[in-house]
């Protein structure tokens, strides 16, 4: 049973329309009515466009959706999957002109390890991966990018090497979906045509997560008729460092005059007392869109704030309660905690093996032999012992410390 606010959204039929959605407020529920709405009304299932931002997501609510309301053409994906399916369609890419990670990540070890003496090559690839990625995604000039972690030097060098690299093997990577399909859309008016016409109704779920070229292709596709359902939340913004920019939700009014928008402000799976407290929180962001939320749950335990002085006593501590709630009735499946990265985790694992309590984890912790330095270590042994291969030798041969 939907409420007010929830039918009000999904019976939206032409235009724009920005939902605003906290937290537990039925999204998914909103967004899959939505798409069944439109197909009840008239709208051919092919012409509706349902995008998030993992394949997991696509998949769950694309199960969601034919559990409730049977099989559909409609179609359930992320950004680069669109887009690698318009880039197949005019240049006949396939899945194995796709750059995988570790030729990536051979490229610049080979041509990093040559230019710089850090101490961590591992933590340095990954940090300039991660910002030639942060400059595709938000359109930037790479020539007056300013660099967090390199020198501009080496960054515009090996920008340009990677670029090189990637034609030589006639190959793309993720960045390059958005990218050259963005550019495809500018020079063939042809193509975009026929992508606007496949196209006519988009849905975005996680709209604060969005970049800037992700955001210009969504609006070339839905041109011209506009008929644009965003849903987010600027209060979950959490990927800024991977280019995300919920400036773009901020301004989507002005973007599109006519766009309405709705608030879906009741939250379905917290008690109040968690609310409450979080809009405390949340209050303090200085941009955002402002919003009265209320639980549908009433009351709730009351919250409790811990402080500690390292992460080993943290986890000791948390260890510690979990033993408790579980010897005082609580199941342990009912237990969950949450971590900023999945890195944090190693120090509470360990506490609690040494308890010998239950757990499960969602993510796999970083195995150490995977580290770098074991993995100097290891060739090292292996060269020592005449077995080693070509790899062991490039592994060490840049740092003989």
């Not at 501009?152 to 793309?172: G, L, M, P, S």
């Not at 990218?179 to 606007?196: A, Y």
């Not at 190693?346 to 970083?366: D, I």
Request: proline residues 3%.
């Amino acid at each position: 049973m939907l409420n007010t606010k929830q039918q009000e959204a999904v019976n939206f039929k032409n235009g724009q329309m920005l939902v605003v959605s906290c937290p537990g407020s039925g999204k998914t529920t909103v967004i899959v009515a939505r798409v069944h709405q439109l197909i009840e009304s008239g709208v051919n299932p092919s012409n509706i466009l349902i995008i998030t931002f993992t394949k997991e997501a696509a998949d769950q609510m694309q199960k969601r959706y034919e559990k409730e309301y049977g099989p559909t053409q409609a179609f359930f994906g992320t950004i680069h999957s669109i887009c690698f399916r318009v880039l197949a369609k005019a240049y006949n890419y396939t899945k194995e002109d796709i750059l995988r990670a570790n030729e990536q990540w051979e490229f610049m070890f080979n041509f990093l390890c040559k230019k710089v003496s850090s101490t961590d090559l591992q933590e340095y690839i990954k940090n300039m991966i991660a910002e030639i990625g942060y400059v595709r995604n938000k359109g930037m000039d790479y020539r007056k990018y300013q660099p967090e972690h390199s020198e501009k030097d080496i960054f515009r060098a090996t920008y340009q090497a990677y670029d090189e690299f990637k034609k030589e093997k006639n190959k793309i990577d993720f960045d390059d979906m958005l990218v050259l399909c963005f550019q495809l859309f500018l020079s063939r008016p042809d193509v975009l045509r026929g992508w606007q016409k496949k196209f006519r109704y988009i849905l975005i779920d996680e709209f604060q997560d969005i970049n800037q070229i992700q955001y210009d292709v969504i609006r070339m596709l839905a041109l011209p008729e506009r008929n644009l359902f965003a849903v987010g939340d600027d209060d979950q913004a959490i990927y800024g460092f991977r280019g995300a920019d919920s400036e773009l939700m901020l301004r989507f009014k002005k973007d599109f005059p006519d766009a309405s928008q709705i608030l879906l402000g009741v939250n379905y799976r917290s008690t109040s007392n968690i609310v409450t407290n979080s809009l405390k929180v949340i209050m303090h962001n200085t941009r955002r869109y402002e919003k009265e939320l209320k639980a549908e749950r009433k009351g709730g335990p009351c919250l409790h704030i811990q402080e500690v002085k390292d992460v080993n006593e943290e986890a000791e501590y948390i260890a510690g309660e979990i033993k408790k709630s579980i010897r005082s009735g609580t199941k342990a499946e009912d237990i969950a905690v949450l971590f900023r990265t999945h890195t944090d985790a190693r120090p509470l694992v360990e506490a609690l093996l040494a308890r010998k309590l239950p757990f499960e984890m969602k993510e796999h912790l970083p195995n150490l032999y995977e580290h770098f330095i074991a993995k100097d270590v290891q060739a090292y042994f292996r060269l020592a012992m005449k077995c080693a291969g070509r790899q062991d030798l490039l592994q060490v041969m840049n740092r003989p410390k």
